[in-house]
Every structure is written in structure tokens, then in C-alpha cells.
């Protein structure tokens, strides 16, 4: 990744956005009809329905198409399952861009835990 005090043009590197979102995999809670005197039987998944994670980054550079890489990571609620993504798993995001563009990358991203824990620090620190 690009180091301080530089821009993006000076070392002709992406620039890259990166965020993350998630949704359950259970139904939504939604009202339904029936002819009267019916009830309405809508069937649900239980409780064990589990999650869906995506992280991802929008990737622009001038003269370039723009990218969106990205990496899914689903919870089913299974004993020793990770429930989310770890910053290992944005390392590798990381490195995947880094490999696909084959340029520097400058990141842009929020103060999300795992993007400023100490072994991501570290990581980032490391000369390329």
C-alpha cells in the first residue's frame, strides 16, 4: 500500500474504497392475506438460520476501468465458526487486490476494529 505524504497520481496506484455489510439469512417478518376463514401459514427458517458477510472494494485508477472485488464469508451458527470477518480475512482481501491490480493500492476505508487492530497496523507497516 501507499505510504503517507503521496498521492495516488504521484505513484500511479488505485485507489480503493473499501466497505463491508451483512444480512441474515432468516425471512423477514411480513404480513400475508388469506381468503377469510383461512389462516395464512407462511413457514420460516429457525433459528439457526445464520448470516451473510460481504466485504469489498471499488477500485479506480485513471485510464482504467473501475473494479469491485470482493470476498463472502456466510455463518451458519455452527460450533467453533467464526461469525465474521477477521482482519486476517481483509489482509487477504488486501493482498488479492494488491495481486489482481498489479499496482499500489492507496485505501480508504472506516475505523471499523478490525481495520485498526494491532496486527493489521502491523501489516500495513511491513515493507512490500
Known amino acids: 500500500m501507499a505510504g ?5 497520481a504521484d505513484l500511479d496506484a488505485w485507489v480503493c474504497f473499501e466497505d463491508e455489510c ?3 439469512l432468516r425471512a423477514p417478518i411480513a ?6 376463514g383461512a389462516t395464512p401459514v407462511a413457514h ?10 460481504v466485504a469489498a472494494l471499488t ?3 485513471p485510464g482504467e476501468r473501475s473494479r469491485l472485488l470482493y470476498r463472502v464469508h456466510v ?23 494488491h495481486r489482481k491490480l498489479g499496482a499500489p ?3 480508504i476505508w472506516d475505523n471499523l476494529n478490525r481495520h485498526t487492530c494491532a496486527e493489521m497496523r502491523q501489516f ?3 515493507p512490500s
Do not use: Q
Open 22 to 24: 451483512g444480512r441474515t
Open 124 to 126: 500495513i507497516a511491513e
Open 105 to 107: 493500492i492507496v485505501l
Open 4 to 8: 503517507r505524504g503521496k498521492t495516488a
Open 31 to 36: 404480513r400475508t392475506w388469506a381468503p377469510r
Open 44 to 53: 420460516v427458517p429457525g433459528r439457526r438460520a445464520g448470516r451473510i458477510s
Open 59 to 61: 477500485c479506480y485508477r
Open 75 to 97: 455463518h451458519r451458527r455452527r460450533k467453533d465458526e467464526k461469525a465474521s470477518f477477521t482482519w486476517a480475512d481483509y489482509r487477504d482481501l488486501i493482498l488479492m487486490a
